[in-house]
């Protein structure tokens, strides 16, 4: 018997979700636990695996376009089965009840669409490249399965000369649902949790040299980031409150330090988590850390590991950035904003000039659960470490 395959939630904050590409197509058999198609959630996107078994025998969302949680997006049932009743049930139950009343005309008049919005199957690599070089996705054949584009299509035309310069047009483009629980919750975060800002600046040249050292001995470089994050926890384990959040009528201490770093993509940001920070060496983070990042560019994280950091980092220094201030990312209750490594000028404390590598770091803080004296505590002893690493030890 035909049954509705529906859109179910992949995602713990997921509303509605978007077909990336359909595995299956119409006619294919399908078996419990075969992947259907992707599905792009508010965060990375998933695969939909079946639950039934039987022929699809109608794919109702197509690609590129949404669906609400509960909303039918196919059906599955037995080779040749008639199923217009079914699909005459599901066309009326997406029909609004006007019982009996005319339909009122909106006064709101509709901006017009002066640009288009249309779907292109491509790999989250190969639009992130896309937009980065200011290629046009619909200049470029696709050689992944079913004509997909990947990464190396969109190489392939930058060095053939499909790059051009890129134009400003006007357009009106759907918001992504992940756009908009980012703006969700971001907008939750900051008129709810009272910021205030620490910044002070951070002599990096021991550090630097400490990992010019230890990459000196490896084939694989351990990452600015990686450092940062085994300092933060080291920061975070003598001043837990930091690693709390708000309740309303409790304050809840983590007993494990969960870092998130933040992660752009080309529809927003993502944060994958490293967790048990404060238990893992450098190397151990330095690993997991590359794996997360990897996947984040690729939306392949799953849920458990872009949720629930009790502290964040949020790295714009490659972009020349010299400090900013960060929103809190939740259920933390403080985010450290990094920026980029300058050299200046520095008095000593004999008056002695001399020229250092300078870092100037900026902690966001939640009132409520961090008082000003323990926010400036706790980033005091960040930058000790970042100056001497050594301390750490002990």
């Not at 695996?49 to 794919?59: A, H, N, R």
């Not at 002070?200 to 694989?220: C, E, F, P, T, W």
Request: charged letters at 25%.
């Amino acid at each position: 018997m035909a049954e509705k395959v529906l859109m179910i939630a992949l995602s713990p904050t997921m509303e509605s979700g978007t077909i990336g590409n359909w595995i299956k197509k119409e006619g294919d058999q399908v078996s419990s636990g075969d992947v259907l198609c992707e599905v792009e959630t508010d965060k990375a996107t998933m695969d939909y695996e079946s639950l039934q078994e039987g022929v699809l025998l109608k794919i109702l969302v197509p690609e590129g376009a949404s669906a609400d949680l509960e909303q039918p997006i196919a059906v599955i049932g037995d080779a040749g089965e008639d199923i217009s009743s079914l699909l005459t049930e599901i066309t009326a139950a997406e029909k609004p009840e006007t019982k009996g009343e005319e339909p009122v005309e909106s006064p709101v008049q509709e901006l017009p669409v002066q640009g288009s919005y249309e779907w292109i199957p491509s790999s989250p690599l190969a639009r992130i490249a896309a937009e980065q070089a200011g290629i046009d996705l619909s200049t470029v054949p696709g050689t992944g399965p079913g004509g997909r584009i990947v990464k190396r299509d969109v190489e392939k035309a930058g060095k053939r000369g499909t790059a051009a310069r890129p134009l400003l047009m006007e357009e009106t483009r759907p918001v992504s649902q992940k756009r908009k629980i980012i703006a969700r919750r971001l907008a939750e975060s900051k008129f709810s949790a009272p910021h205030y800002y620490l910044r002070l600046s951070v002599a990096m040249d021991g550090m630097m040299k400490a990992r010019k050292d230890l990459n000196a001995r490896r084939k694989d470089k351990v990452s600015l980031n990686a450092f940062l994050i085994k300092f933060a926890a080291e920061a975070v384990r003598r001043h837990p409150v930091v690693n709390s959040s708000w309740g309303g009528d409790t304050i809840a201490t983590y007993g494990n330090v969960d870092i998130g770093l933040a992660v752009a993509q080309h529809d927003g940001l993502i944060t994958p988590v490293v967790r048990n920070c404060d238990s893992k060496g450098l190397l151990a983070i330095e690993e997991e850390l590359k794996d997360l990042i990897l996947r984040a560019q690729n939306n392949k994280l799953q849920p458990d590991e872009y949720s629930g950091a009790t502290f964040t980092v949020t790295n714009l220094g490659s972009y020349g950035i010299e400090e900013f201030t960060a929103i809190i990312n939740p259920p933390g209750s403080a985010i450290l904003a990094v920026g980029s490594i300058k050299k200046e000028i520095v008095i000593d404390e004999q008056d002695n000039q001399e020229v250092r590598s300078i870092m100037r770091l900026t902690l966001s803080c939640d009132h409520r659960v961090i008082d000003g004296a323990e926010g400036a505590a706790f980033l005091k002893d960040l930058k000790d470490f970042i100056e001497d690493p050594v301390k750490i030890l002990y």
